[in-house]
């Protein structure tokens, strides 16, 4: 059973940086497009960004386009989340999720699999 286990949250300060990092475990994910998404307590979650399985193309919302990279690293079977320039409307719990569809990867009801998610608090 594929397992993902997302790391690398925290508490930012507004302007501050940081790396999210997803691993699988119990199966390949070489053949998923992946993507992260995030939430806050009583909104609905919103599709950050996406990446095809070759990782030679990503998607991301308007809202982070320009300040956030997702990448991929296939032989560690790990997607990152490069974030820069965070500020305070960032603050939610970051999931990383796989899918087979890249073209749909920007909507989250579309993903076989999620993990528990990270925290992200950006606040000075």
């Known amino acids: 059973q594929l397992q993902l286990v997302e790391s690398g949250g925290g508490l930012v300060q507004p302007g501050g940086s940081l790396t999210l990092s997803c691993t699988a475990s119990?199966?390949?994910?070489?053949?998923?497009?992946a993507g992260w998404s995030r939430q806050v307590p009583g909104k609905k979650r919103e599709g950050v960004a996406c990446?095809?399985?070759?990782?030679?193309?990503?998607k991301y919302a308007d809202s982070v386009k320009g300040r956030f990279t997702m990448s991929r690293d296939k032989a560690k079977n790990t997607v990152y989340l490069q974030m820069n320039s965070l500020n305070p409307e960032d603050t939610a719990v970051y999931f990383c999720?796989?899918?087979?569809?890249?073209?749909?990867?920007?909507?989250?009801?579309?993903?076989?699999?999620w993990g528990q998610g990270t925290q992200v608090t950006v606040s000075s």
């Open positions: 990446i095809s399985s070759s990782g030679g193309s990503t």
């Open positions: 119990g199966a390949t994910v070489d053949y998923y497009a």
């Open positions: 999720g796989v899918t087979p569809v890249f073209s749909l990867c920007e909507h989250p009801n579309e993903y076989d699999y």
